[in-house]
């Protein structure tokens, strides 16, 4: 499937090799398709997802406003909230490049070290 020429210029090539997540996956095939709607199993198979994820990768991203559906058919969700994920998305991503992965055990508070007064 093609990328266009802004996410070829700004996207990193270990986003470009491994294809991205299933989620990111997803909504690439529908923003690229817009302008038609389709059934789960044409995603999974348009987007090499297997069919027992597809399900709660798109209630995922329904939950999140990024996909819509009606029916049997799903969609790419409407502009502002797609916006508003690509934003975070950049915003995460260039906070990473720059300072590295996050450690989620870092954030838990029984990990600090407490010093003796």
Known sequence: MPI??????????EELTR???????????LAANAD??????????ETE?????????LSRLEDRDLVRH?????????????ATY???RS?????TDRF???DPEEWNPENESHEDA
Do not use: C
């Not at 997802?49 to 990768?57: D, E, K, Y």
């Not at 049997?72 to 909230?81: D, L, R």
């Not at 915003?91 to 906070?95: E, G, I, P, Q, W």
């Open 19 to 29: 294809g991205g997540t299933n989620a990111e996956r997803v909504l690439s095939f």
């Open 36 to 45: 038609q709607a389709f059934a789960p199993t044409e995603i999974a198979a």
């Open 4 to 13: 266009d020429i802004e996410t070829f210029e700004t996207t990193s090539k």
């Open 49 to 57: 997802i297997t069919s027992n994820s597809i399900g709660a990768v």
């Open 91 to 95: 915003t995460a991503r260039a906070m």
């Open 86 to 88: 690509t934003a975070t």
């Open 100 to 102: 590295g992965p996050e």
């Open 70 to 82: 009606r029916g049997h058919y799903w969609a790419i969700g409407e502009e502002e909230a797609l």
